[in-house]
């Protein structure tokens, strides 16, 4: 499973519409927006991939000015029996 966090720049008058649409996509959780049209996002993909496809069709939403990644990362869980 990879897990991103990311910062997605919006144009003022779109802020909402870009919200709405983030929240349309299954593996995105919208967290917060600031006053500077920034919107945090989560996604959980299965992998680095759908996380970097998921990233692109971000960027091509109306209203989105930039995508930018501030944590990524993958993680292998492993059951272990005791």
């Known amino acids: 499973m990879a897990i991103a966090s990311l ?7 779109l802020l909402n519409k870009v919200v709405a ?3 349309q996509i299954p593996e995105i959780t919208v967290h917060s927006t600031t006053l500077k049209q920034e919107i945090i996002i989560l996604i959980e993909g299965a992998s680095l991939n759908q996380v970097n ?3 692109e069709q971000i960027q091509a939403l109306d209203g989105v000015i930039g995508v930018f990644p501030t944590y990524i990362t993958t993680e292998d869980e492993e ?3 005791s």
């Open 7 to 13: 910062i997605i720049q919006s144009t003022i008058d």
């Open 53 to 55: 496809s998921i990233a």
């Open 79 to 81: 059951t272990s029996e």
């Open 21 to 23: 649409d983030l929240s």
